[in-house]
């Protein structure tokens, strides 16, 4: 999945960037040479939002608690899953500056980022009385607080930008981590013996969530707009990677990359 999931990233960002770059490179040949931006955007200050969806591929190993006690000397069940996918949405309210007659954009966000992600063991399980021929599947939802702040470069006189950005991941929900025990029906246990009936069972758990700090590398294009009669806007669809410091690392190193895809409103202020 990990394959795809990049072969569909790269095909979208190639889309991106080189629809704007193909598609008005004549136009903005034909520009006045003298002209830094075609969209004749004159404000150097911009109040707005974005919002946004994701796609996750995920990677590493993430271990999760599922029966017994954590006091010392008690006895603790531990199951181990690798991988896994997932998605999630997010909203920031942005402000940014425009540099008069420079190529240069400057953009800070904070807001909120919600994901959600599973991950499921490779091999069947086989633990006592506990688990007879068991999958296990971990569950991670979790909320964020980000701030961000990147840097654009224009690309041509007619919108299009690259983007380059770091972002902080600050977890404050997370309650509803889970684990699923998945006993396989019809499939002889590890040791041999008969597997247990088809049965999901699922335990409340938890994950150690880390703050991450991530780079994020983009593409978009601007467009101005007259929205609600009110003019001097730009709506900006864009799409971005994101990579970051692990999701947790405790007790192992779970991790993601994901593909942003949304769109920003911004008014400029006189």
Not at 103 to 110: A, D, K, L, S
Not at 144 to 150: K, L, N, R, V
Not at 167 to 193: K, M, Y
Request: proline residues 5%.
């Amino acid at each position: 999945m990990s394959v795809r999931f990049f072969h569909i990233a790269a095909l979208l960002m190639a889309i991106v960037v080189a629809g704007p770059l193909s598609g008005y490179a004549q136009q903005a040949n034909k520009l006045d040479a003298g002209s830094a931006d075609s969209l004749f955007v004159n404000e150097t200050w911009w109040l707005g939002g974005r919002v946004y969806g994701t796609v996750m591929q995920q990677f590493g190993r993430l271990t999760m608690s599922y029966a017994g006690s954590t006091a010392p000397g008690a006895t603790g069940l531990k199951a181990t899953m690798d991988g896994g996918s997932g998605y999630g949405a997010g909203f920031q309210a942005v402000v940014e500056y425009r540099a008069p007659d420079r190529p240069w954009t400057f953009v800070g966000g904070i807001g909120g980022e919600y994901r959600y992600a599973t991950a499921e063991s490779s091999t069947l399980v086989s633990e006592g009385i506990y688990a007879f021929n068991a999958r296990y599947e971990g569950v991670s939802s979790v909320l964020y607080i980000a701030p961000a702040f990147e840097a654009r470069l224009r690309l041509s006189k007619v919108g299009a930008y690259a983007m380059i950005g770091m972002q902080v991941d600050i977890p404050v929900l997370g309650e509803e981590s889970s684990l699923w025990q998945h006993e396989e029906a019809n499939t002889p246990r590890p040791n041999g013996e008969p597997g247990f009936p088809n049965t999901s069972i699922k335990f409340r758990s938890s994950i150690d969530y880390s703050t991450r700090i991530g780079l994020q590398l983009g593409v978009g294009h601007d467009f101005m707009v007259g929205l609600f009669g009110y003019r001097k806007q730009l709506i900006t669809p864009f799409a971005s990677i994101y990579v970051g410091t692990p999701i947790t690392s405790n007790p192992t190193s779970w991790n993601n990359a994901m593909l942003r895809i949304g769109i920003m409103w911004r008014k400029g202020i006189d």
